[in-house]
Nanobody
């Protein structure tokens, strides 16, 4: 069992930066693929970025070059550094831990970017 708690969301002007954090509890954190997803009002949840156990990263085209995902296995933390934020980045951001057919989600943190 893994529990995930996101933090770091907030309100920022376009062009600004935020750093999201996801704290994980439970064992064997290092074996999970970790991801950040987001869901805007009226839209489906979408993958923003993911990082494997071997620290290979994947990004949505819309955030490439602006967002950076990282993990600290010793601290059981995953981060999403978001730079050059745009109004279209406004959404609830969720942390996900996945291994095989098992997945855990956090409760989400709101990010609002004003123009």
């Amino acid at each position: 069992q893994v529990q995930l708690v996101e933090s770091g969301g907030g309100f920022v002007q376009a062009g600004g930066s935020l750093r999201l954090s996801c704290a994980a509890s439970g064992n064997f954190f290092a074996v999970y693929v970790m991801g950040w997803y987001r869901q805007a009002p009226g839209k489906q949840r979408e993958l923003v970025a993911s990082i494997t156990t071997g620290t290979t990263t994947t990004y949505a085209d819309s955030v490439k070059g602006r967002f950076t995902i990282s993990r600290d296995n010793a601290k059981r933390m995953v981060y999403l550094q978001m730079n050059s934020l745009k109004p279209e980045d406004t959404a609830v951001y969720y942390c996900k831990a996945e291994r095989g057919y098992t997945a855990y989600w956090g409760q989400g943190t709101q990010v609002t970017v004003s123009s």
